[in-house]
């Protein structure tokens, strides 16, 4: 052992002790060095842990330099704050920089997987029927029982054994029903005349370039390939109900018009609207939009506007004319096209067209109704008009079109004092999106059904999705093509009576009591789920309809009540929106008869209401509206909640239809298009 020594002159005084200080070896090593344990009264500096300090030990810095120093090392190098901050940075850029390297190399690779050489020949099977089909039905047609890509793979043959799903339209309530149908209980089959689906609530941004056509579509037989479905690309013409036929017709090659039947076991008529004409004449020389093809006529007809006004031939009065654009409807469509047309002549025509442009370009919106957007939430209704106001948008309400001409729209305007003055305006570009209308399918099934389909708008399907006037479990109607019938009275009435026969008495002598209305308000709520608000007090209605204080309800006070909360329901609204829960219902609800099948078929249950003994009534949730109003957006939430707000709304407007988008494709689009549009701005090309 090594001869006592004393504390150097250099120590701090923090470590000075009055008694002689002795090094101790110890079998610890500090940075593999022998480590002495210097030993102050009871205080050791070989309680120092080399890799961690227990945290209830407090170890002041100069006795670390101090261990340092006794162990015979160099004393440690401090880097700056900056190089720290810099190694990080590089290390940080070097690891992103290797991530996206192979990334790349990743993309590379794959993308030269999809290429093939070759082909793969060999004999196909094809049934004799696809390829020659029997003739039947009213009119002798060819017969489509069997298609030619039905033997492509096992799991096609084996749904010719199931039974015939067939779609008409490829909208969101048909889409909807493929995404959750389950593809092994039926042979599926979509006719359509267009072989896409259309993303219909951002078909305002395709006219001006803020997004482009394709990031709306999605080929339908993308979403029909995982599910081994089918698809023909021609028009449903007629429907024979009671053979279980769709006429189909599609052009041949030399340009005449062939038609053939589709069968069916199940049909679902999701065919769509048209635009209501509102006996306007004149609507030739207007625009309409409800498809891709008139996003793109628009989109050509604005940019060729743009580019007449800005030849030195054109006279100020044509230069006023072409920049005059009008927009007839203040509804979604309609607000939102004037706020896209807005954000292009703000944002982009100034950048690429001479500036007077802008000083001449006008916009007019023409609304029938007090307000524009007058299905929202009354505050978003304020908000916009304020919006166009401030984006010198010309509002006019109470304004009704009377004729669109090819260089001038005269409509009539109601002012405040009553009096109903006939206007005009010089325009080169009219908007027509002033409700719907049914389409001739629609048309033509309502006619053959007669008394059953009373609505001239829409068909009137029960609260089950079934056609009116069709049998039972055979045809239903989604989409803006249908409507829910809300005929409360007549089915309880209905059920009344038939129970008054079966007692044997007259119904109109009936008298019922509290329990009697509360069995019946009961059926009412599971029949029609839209009235379960209107029935929340039993005893407060039954007490209101009784009139004479008997305390019971004749049939004719139980047929006022009824009456009243039939009055209070409303028609649900033509939206995607509806359309989508449609479509997710049924196909929910044919799973489970599917599943039900084999049971039925045991017990040889085949007729009656089989709907509803296997699932409940549609029952529409509504979840809010959005619109875009110009760099702002709007969301009505219902009952009385509503937002407004600047980008951060609009970027809240994009996530919604951005999650809402059918594939991870459309959704790479529309993300692709957003970004393009804020670094490039919007294409002003005329196509």
């Known amino acids: 052992m090594r001869p006592p020594t004393t504390v150097p002159r250099a120590m701090p005084s923090s470590l000075r002790a009055a008694q002689p200080m002795r090094r101790i070896p110890t079998s610890r090593a500090l940075h593999g060095a022998r480590l002495y344990t210097a030993q102050f009264g009871t205080r050791s500096i070989a309680s120092l842990r080399t890799r961690s300090i227990r945290p209830t030990i407090q170890i002041d810095q100069k006795q670390l ?61 094809v049934a004799k029927l696809a390829l020659q089909p029997n003739r039947g039905g009213p009119k002798n047609l060819p017969i489509a029982e069997v298609f030619i890509d039905d033997e492509d793979n096992m799991a096609k043959k084996q749904s010719l054994e199931k039974p015939k799903l067939v779609i008409l339209g490829g909208g969101w ?34 006219t001006v370039g803020t997004l482009e056509m394709r990031s709306l579509v999605e080929p339908i037989r993308n979403i029909l390939n995982p599910i081994n479905g089918h698809f023909i690309r021609a028009k449903a013409d007629d429907v024979c109900f009671n053979e279980k036929l769709v006429e189909v017709s599609q052009k041949d090659t030399n340009g005449n018009r062939v038609s053939f039947y589709v069968p069916y076991d199940k049909l679902v008529i999701g ?118 106001e401030r984006d010198q948008v010309n509002v006019m309400t109470n304004s009704r079109v009377k004729e669109v001409q090819e260089n001038k729209i005269i409509f009539t305007q109601q002012g405040e004092d009553g009096k109903v003055v006939t206007k005009e305006i010089p325009h080169a570009f009219c908007l027509w999106s002033t409700g719907v209308s049914q389409t001739d399918l629609a048309q033509k099934i309502a006619a053959k059904l007669g008394d059953f389909q009373p609505n001239t708008r829409a068909l009137e399907t029960d609260t089950y999705l079934r056609l009116n006037g069709t049998p039972l479990g055979d045809v239903y109607a989604i989409g803006d093509c249908s409507t829910v019938q809300n005929n409360i009275t007549d089915h309880v009435i209905s059920y009344m009576r038939s129970i008054a026969y079966k007692r044997g008495k007259d119904p109109e002598t009936l008298h019922f009591h509290f329990s009697d209305w509360r069995s019946v308000a009961l059926d009412v709520k599971k029949r029609f789920p839209q009235a379960i608000n209107h029935l929340k007090r039993l005893d407060k209605l039954f007490q209101e309809f009784d009139k004479d204080k008997s305390g019971t309800l004749d049939f004719g006070e139980l047929r006022e009540l009824l009456s009243q909360i039939d009055s209070k329901l409303t028609s649900l609204p033509a939206t995607a929106q509806r359309a989508h829960q449609q479509g997710i219902y049924l196909a929910h609800k044919f799973n489970k008869l599917a599943r039900m099948g084999p049971g039925m078929a045991i017990n040889d249950v085949r007729d009656g209401d089989l709907d509803a003994a296997a699932y409940k009534a549609f029952e529409y949730r509504h979840l809010g509206s959005l619109a875009y109003i110009g760099n702002s957006a709007a969301f009505d939430l219902g009952d009385g909640w509503s937002a407004v707000g600047g980008l951060w709304a609009v970027y809240a407007w994009r996530s919604v239809y951005f999650a809402q988008s059918v594939s991870f494709r459309t959704r790479s689009l529309l993300a692709m298009d957003w970004a393009k549009r804020g670094l490039f701005g919007r294409d002003l090309i005329c196509l």
């Open 173 to 206: 309530g048909s889409v909807a029903l493929l995404k959750n149908i389950n593809p092994e209980d039926y042979h599926i089959t979509v006719i359509s005349p267009t072989n896409y689906f259309l993303f219909t609530p951002m078909l305002p941004s395709a």
């Open 65 to 125: 330099l101090l261990a340092r120093h006794l162990s015979g090392k160099p004393l440690p190098q401090v880097n700056s704050k900056l190089l720290n901050f810099i190694y990080r940075a590089a290390a940080w850029m070097g690891i992103s920089i290797t991530v996206v390297g192979l990334g790349v190399v990743g993309f590379f690779l794959y993308d030269a997987s999809t290429y093939k050489e070759g082909c793969e020949n060999g004999d196909i099977e």
């Open 271 to 388: 065919v769509g609207s048209v635009s209501n004409p509102h006996g306007v004449k004149g609507l030739e020389h207007a625009f309409f939009l409800k498809d891709i093809t008139d996003a793109r006529l628009i989109r050509n007809r604005v940019i060729r506007n743009f580019e007449t006004a800005c030849l030195p031939t054109t006279t100020d009065e044509e230069r006023k004319r072409l920049l005059s654009f009008v927009i007839s409807g203040g509804g979604p469509t309609g607000v939102e096209f004037a706020a896209e047309l807005y954000d292009l002549l703000n944002e982009d025509l100034t950048r690429q067209f001479p500036k007077l442009l802008r000083n001449e370009i006008s916009v007019h919106l023409i609304q029938s109704r007090s307000h524009i957007l007058n299905t929202y939430d009354e505050a978003v209704s304020e908000y916009a008009e304020k919006r166009f």
